[in-house]
């Protein structure tokens, strides 16, 4: 079968794949870079679970080709903790009890993260709707919400200082 | 406080702390991996061909094209299972329900199954497999598929619990009655009674990750399965009784689990996967598609539910009768006989009947969803009990007060009560800020309450003291929610040493005896037990240490707070030792320290919610908003405060999706006409509000710290509380669940 | 001692839902049962639950069953 060589950047770092021409990102970053932190709830884009951003736009990777990455940067949620330290909503996340499976959890830290980079003090509204991509069945949300809220102050704090 | 018992003063050091999650930087980095993030090397894609009819003979399946096409390693069909069930008909609708044999019985019964290099290949595969089929009648609907006429899903079927015996076909699978006394008494002793039918749409446990596995199987019948289960003992059980295999030759391992609410407690496809590795003698991936997960597995029952109650004009209920009718998918099921068990337990009547139909149809075969079978029969009962109490003019909260059951009442489904919560649950929604707050235009409130039984279940755990002191705890209760940090505290607290000292492990069916799924809100109720008494074990062995080491009776040393003490005024010379003295000690005082327990860990203890919901609903679209929300549940001892009430919010959240949104819509041609996240739309961030808990700790006395099960009680309420809320918001009945901007439109309508 | 059933067992009991059984235990409890009715034995083959004073016990045979206990035999029960 003939593949596609692609070049990009994922978190950062530089790296090249080849796939078929109809392979979606998602397949590629899960079973050729072994990001399996990406997850896959549905493929056809209506979960979230496999959010990443594409040049700091927020995408479902299972909608996207794998060959549409050339040239680009790709964030997943393993490029989330930084320097061995967990990134503020990570460690929201995690205080805040804002996940029992889990599945759900790296879409919404990525979607969280995109949010929070256009709109460092986002209102609960802002906060719901921003989200409204990414299905959890396990929280009823309340405690997701809560812990980006808590996780936004922390951020806006680190700036000013 | 109206309910206290033996456990209500006990004091903790740990339990009930909000720690962190041990398992939460793994889940927040990416890197736990769940069931399709595992690889083997040489690894193949496994992919299942799928029925297009809602009922269909099998008249030839020719896959001699597909095995042709190159990179196909193995083709699996009904042939390729021979019947090892040695006539037990539930293991055979597992095995019928994973692979047709012959018939299909609902649009997505599974007909064939490959095994390819790539998913490229396998999908091409599918295609060149031919599938003759010959179309028969088919029936989806509850109600329709009782009538005398229908289809006939399975003509072996004769209805059971009915006096004489059928001697005839029937959809019907089985009767069941609970109940006392006698209704047409207590109903002739009435001043009011209401009688309606209500209607249940299908709906699915919706969880996020697919059912995922990777299976191996050598010619020498030894096995792995690494699966998203919700029960890997269980699974491993099933798999081995299907196929054939020595129970301890095959090994499975749970991965993290994203989601199950039931839905991952029986075996769907894996005993396909299992197949497929034995014939290819490769390693074999099997990942279904959101719409395979819809098709083909796990739905709750769509139900039809006539409930009759009455009462005196002083408000006391005389009599409670109700007719319940579930749909069991293409397998029967016992749905009907727990909807007639819950029904009517929440309440303290004389007279009450209850009748269960358990109904097959041409639908994917149904599985539990948190707690099966109840928040349908829920709904029916709750919004009759609200149209009696306006009738009579009561407040709907007094009124389930005046006739709530009690310790003492005889429930309906039999046994009589101990010390229960429905009472202080109602009492503490009677008292709740949320019912003062102020009802704007188009807005309605509805409150409604909820019972689930619980269980227990055997259960075995292991726990090792390291040589530093610190603690592993290996279980084998799958974590569907958390349960890891419970344990963790319970074992902290047991044995005295911090909560971060401990790691929880789930082990795999190779490492620990038979522990049963993580079902019917058991794992932390069970597995605590099993740790409770596994650390008190090790803490026998580590005081038997201490005396050794000092030359007395163990008799004569205690432990506290992590360390062992010698009682007595001639002992008074003698240092404390503490638990980390003693690990340091343990390979030259006898060797490695640990604690043991296998349990069945029953007595789980009935629990109760009572929920209210504001509701807010646009008169000219009828789409309807949830403004407000609140859970009160009796939790028993809540071990960790926050996963307690996590799971009060995600079962309100599911109830509050299944009573406004979700449903399964089949066409007349009997296909599934919205299978994925798109048409079958589950509730988003934005469709809710924050959701209130109040936890109750009514002690349940059958555990050492007083824990009952939580996770199933909180969606039993939602569909009948939103019901009432929007039933008072419109100003008519609503009787038919979802309500969806259509039907409530269409029920103002025919009110007009 | 007197037992009490419900719900489809009742069939096995020839239609009686009180049955006069024997046994210190669960098991025992079970064992004399069926030697009454063996119709009931099925239904224990696939798993019943024991309410004793209310307590809902599914899989322990050896549950001791106190003197003057409320017993009753329910159908064995699911959960998710
Ligand atoms: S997997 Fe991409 S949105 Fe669901
Ligand atoms: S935590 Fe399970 S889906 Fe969100």
Redesign the interface.
């Given at each position: 079968m003939s593949g596609v060589t692609v070049s990009a950047k994922v978190n950062g770092d530089a790296v090249q794949y080849v796939c078929p021409p109809s392979e979606s990102l998602m397949d590629v970053l899960r079973n050729r870079l072994n990001l399996t932190g990406v997850k896959e709830g549905c493929g056809t884009g209506d979960c979230g679970a496999c959010s990443v951003t594409l040049d700091d736009r927020l995408v479902c990777s299972c909608l996207v080709l794998g060959a549409e990455a050339e040239g680009r940067a790709i964030g997943t949620v393993e490029g989330l903790s930084q320097d061995g330290e967990l990134h503020p909503l990570q460690t929201a996340f995690i205080d805040h009890a804002a996940l029992q499976c889990g599945i759900c959890t790296p879409g919404f830290l990525v979607a969280a993260k995109s949010l929070l980079g256009r709109n460092p003090n986002p209102s609960e509204e802002e906060i719901r709707y921003a989200l409204a991509g990414n299905l959890c069945r396990c929280t009823g949300y309340d405690k997701i919400v809560r812990a980006v809220q808590s996780a936004a102050k922390v951020m806006r704090k680190q700036k000013r200082s | 406080m109206p309910y206290e018992t033996d456990y209500t003063n006990q004091k903790f050091s740990v339990i009930g702390n909000?720690v962190?999650?041990p398992?939460?930087?793994d889940?927040?980095?990416?890197?736990?991996?769940?069931g399709?993030?595992a690889?083997a090397a040489g690894q193949l894609v496994g992919k299942i061909l799928r029925s297009p009819h809602a009922h269909a003979l099998i008249k030839k399946i020719d896959t001699s094209k597909a095995e042709k096409l190159p990179g196909v390693k193995a083709i699996v069909t009904g042939d390729d299972f021979p019947d090892f069930t040695g006539g037990n008909r539930?293991l055979m609708d597992t095995l019928e329900n994973c692979m047709a044999r012959g018939r299909a019985l609902y649009d997505g019964h599974a007909v064939a199954a490959v095994a390819a290099v790539d998913a490229?290949t396998a999908n091409q595969a599918l295609k060149l497999i031919k599938v003759t089929y010959k179309k028969l009648p088919h029936v989806t609907d509850v109600d329709e598929a009782m009538k005398p006429n229908a289809p006939i899903v399975h003509d072996w079927i004769r209805t059971?619990?009915v006096?004489p015996a059928p001697t005839t076909a029937s959809n019907i699978s089985?009767?069941?009655?609970?109940g006392h006394g006698d209704v047409e008494t207590g109903f002739a002793q009435a001043d009011i009674i209401i009688e309606k039918t209500f209607k249940t749409e299908q709906t699915h446990?919706?969880?996020?990750?697919?059912h995922a596995c990777l299976a191996t199987l050598g010619p020498d019948g030894v096995g792995e399965l690494w699966v998203t289960t919700q029960g890997h003992f269980t699974f491993r059980n099933m798999c081995a009784s299907l196929l054939g295999l020595d129970v301890a030759k095959l090994k499975v391992t749970s991965s993290?689990?994203?989601?199950?609410?039931?839905?991952k407690?029986h075996v769907w496809m894996e005993p396909v996967a299992l197949q497929l590795a034995r014939k290819s003698n490769r390693p074999v991936k099997l990942?279904m598609?959101?719409e395979e997960v819809f098709k083909a597995t796990g739905p709750t029952s769509s139900t039809s539910v006539d409930v009759k109650i009455g009462a005196k004009k002083n408000g006391r209920i005389t009599a409670a009768s109700a007719e319940l009718r579930y749909q069991s998918g293409a397998f029967p099921g016992?749905w009907g006989?727990?909807g007639?068990?819950t029904s009517f337990a929440c309440y303290d009547l004389k007279h009450v009947k209850s009748v269960g139909y358990d109904v097959l149809c041409n639908r994917p075969k149904v599985?539990?969803?948190?707690?099966?079978s109840a928040p349908m029969a829920a709904f029916g009962v709750e919004s009759v009990i609200d149209l009696l109490a306006a009738e009579l003019k009561m407040d709907p909260v007094e009124f389930r007060i005046k006739n709530a059951a009690k310790k003492g009442t005889q429930?309906s489904?039999?046994?009589?009560?101990?010390p229960i919560g429905i009472g202080p649950t109602l009492e503490a929604v009677k008292n709740h800020p949320h019912m003062k707050k102020r009802l704007g235009k188009n807005q309605g409130r509805g409150v409604a309450c909820g019972f689930?039984?619980?269980?227990?279940?055997?259960t075995c755990t292991d726990l090792n003291i390291g040589i530093d002191g610190s603690v592993n705890l290996t279980v084998g209760t799958v974590d569907?929610?958390?349960s890891r940090a419970s344990l963790a505290l319970i074992a902290a607290e047991e044995l005295g040493v911090d909560y971060d000292q401990v790691r929880v492990t789930i082990g795999d069916t190779s490492s620990l005896g038979h522990n049963d799924t993580t079902?019917?809100?058991?794992g932390t109720f069970s597995s605590g037990m099993a740790t409770i008494f596994a650390a008190r074990n090790a803490v026998d062995v580590m005081k038997q240490r201490a005396a050794d080491t000092w030359g007395i009776p163990v008799d004569q040393v205690v432990w506290e707070e992590g360390v062992a003490r010698a009682k007595g005024r001639q002992n008074s010379n003698l240092p404390p030792l503490s638990l980390k003295e003693i690990a340091a000690k343990s390979p030259r005082t006898g060797g490695p320290i640990a604690g043991h327990n296998e349990v069945?860990a029953?007595?789980?203890?009935?629990s109760f919610a009572s929920h209210i919901c504001d509701v807010e609903v646009d008169p000219e679209t009828g789409s309807t908003r949830v403004i407000r929300y609140t859970v009160v549940q009796d939790a028993g001892k809540a071990i960790h405060p926050?996963?307690v009430?996590?799971?009060f919010?995600?079962g309100?959240?599911?109830g509050i999706g299944w009573a406004l949104n979700e449903e399964y819509i089949y066409g007349d041609d009997g296909t599934l006409q919205n299978a994925?996240?798109?048409d079958y739309r589950?509730?988003?961030?934005?469709?809710?509000p924050?959701?209130d808990t109040e936890i109750l700790e009514i002690p349940n006395p059958?555990h050492p710290y007083g824990v009952r099960g939580v996770g199933?009680t909180s969606i039993v309420p939602p569909l009948a509380a939103i019901g009432n809320a929007v039933s008072n918001a419109v100003g008519v009945r609503m009787t038919h669940v979802p309500m969806s901007p259509p039907r409530i439109l269409k029920a103002i309508e025919d009110a007009q | 001692m007197e037992i009490r059933l419900s719900g489809i067992l009742c069939q096995a009991t020839g239609g009686a839902s009180t049955v006069e059984v024997s046994g210190a235990t669960i098991g025992e409890m079970l064992a004399s049962l069926a030697l009454k009715h063996p119709a009931i034995q099925d239904h224990l083959d696939d798993g019943v639950a024991v309410a004793i004073n209310g307590e809902i016990y599914r899989d322990r045979t050896d549950q001791v069953i106190p003197k003057g206990a409320e017993v009753f035999l329910l159908p064995r029960i699911e959960g998710g």
């Open positions: - | 909000r962190n999650r398992d939460g930087v889940k927040v980095t990416g890197r736990a991996k769940y399709a993030d690889s539930s490229q059971a619990g006096d089985q009767r069941n009655e609970f446990q919706g969880y996020i990750e697919p993290e689990i994203g989601g199950g609410f039931g839905g407690t990942v598609t959101r016992m006989m727990l007639a068990m599985a539990a969803y948190r707690a099966p429930a489904y039999g046994p009589v009560y101990g689930w039984f619980n269980f227990g279940g055997q569907v929610g958390g079902e019917g809100s058991r069945v029953d007595g789980a203890g009935v926050d996963y009430e996590g799971q919010q995600g309100a959240a599911q994925g996240f798109l589950i509730p988003v961030c934005s469709d809710l924050f959701i059958n199933e | -």
